[in-house]
């Protein structure tokens, strides 16, 4: 009898400990759950459009910055296609930057912060559940060297080329003025260069032009390399016809790199037409070359 009593104590003493352990972990996990639901809830930063704020002797403000380059407290939080709507785990203050996205020489695929926009800094209070609203205002690197040709002054410091069988037109839309080359009838090459660049930043240092344009057909932006005994030609982009405005980002960093020993440099735009079209024709603008 007493054995029996004894034993009956024992499995009471044991579902009381297996109820307790189970009652722990119940409490645990319930826990758990709570401090997830409250890590999971994030605060957003948007940020619908950008700015650039060029001075004057860097040309226009015109842009195509397409993504963002999002850091949180000096974290990489990725990169967002404009307008954005970002998630971020962060609550309270916090210092935002944020570099420009380009498509490199015009390509969706080559996604990259440009070289020549200064990183825009902030500071924010995030809260859960809650979105700030940002619209960064980009500008250029100061040490940035900017040659602009945008029609507006007397001359130009583009001209066309011995391939050219046209000279391109000055003419006027509202307040700004633009190039303007048409191939038509036995005229088949267009083909204007930039002044001659002597020194050029070598060993990868970043150099572009960026150019606004529209087009009825597509044309190619190269560089012509000169060397003491011979002229080396580069074609490095072939740009799609638009038939609005647009803007293009030409990466001429590996040609300008591996020209060792070269004279000089000069970019070049050409617009060919095929016997069975008309007309083809090109506008273009804002022409700048930055390294």
């Known amino acids: 009898m007493q054995k029996t009593k004894l034993k009956n104590t024992q499995q009471f003493v044991n579902i009381k400990?297996?109820?307790?352990?189970?009652?722990?972990?119940?409490?645990?996990?319930?826990?758990?759950?709570?401090?997830?639901?409250?890590q999971e809830i994030p605060s957003y930063i948007t940020i619908t459009d950008v700015t650039l704020n060029a001075t004057t002797i860097q040309g226009s403000n015109?842009?195509?910055?397409?993504?963002?380059?999002?850091?949180?407290?000096?974290?990489?939080?990725?990169?967002?296609?404009?307008?954005?709507?970002?998630?971020?785990?962060e609550k309270?203050?916090?210092?935002?930057?944020?570099?420009?996205?380009?498509?490199?020489?015009?390509i969706s695929a080559t996604r990259l912060p440009y070289s020549f926009y200064k990183m825009y800094e902030e500071n924010i209070f995030l809260v859960p559940d809650s979105s700030v609203n940002i619209s960064p205002v980009f500008k250029y690197k100061t040490g940035a060297t900017i040659e602009v040709e945008n029609f507006e002054g007397v001359g130009t410091d583009i001209d066309t080329t011995l391939k050219s069988q046209i000279d391109f037109q000055i003419k006027t839309e509202g307040a700004n003025h633009f190039a303007e080359a048409i191939l038509e009838n036995d005229n088949k090459t267009f083909e204007v260069a930039t002044k001659d660049f002597i020194n050029l930043?070598?060993?990868?240092?970043?150099?572009?032009?960026?150019?606004?344009?529209?087009?009825?057909?597509?044309?190619?932006?190269?560089?012509?390399v000169n060397y003491p005994f011979a002229v080396s030609q580069h074609p490095l982009v072939n740009v799609t016809a638009k038939e609005e405005w647009n803007k293009i980002y030409i990466?001429?960093?590996?040609?300008?790199?591996?020209?060792?020993?070269?004279?000089s440099i000069k970019f070049y735009i050409n617009m060919n037409r095929a016997d069975t079209i008309e007309q083809s024709w090109i506008k273009f603008d804002n022409l700048k070359i930055i390294y």
């Open 92 to 106: 309270d203050s916090a210092t935002i930057k944020i570099f420009a996205g380009i498509m490199d020489n015009g």
């Open 201 to 224: 930043p070598q060993v990868a240092s970043p150099v572009y032009m960026e150019l606004e344009y529209k087009s009825s057909h597509q044309f190619t932006i190269g560089a012509y």
């Open 17 to 38: 400990a297996v109820f307790a352990f189970f009652f722990i972990l119940s409490i645990i996990f319930t826990s758990c759950d709570k401090n997830e639901d409250i």
């Open 62 to 89: 015109t842009h195509k910055i397409t993504d963002v380059w999002l850091y949180v407290n000096d974290q990489n939080r990725g990169t967002y296609p404009l307008p954005a709507h970002i998630p971020i785990l």
């Open 251 to 263: 990466n001429m960093t590996s040609t300008v790199s591996s020209a060792i020993n070269n004279s």
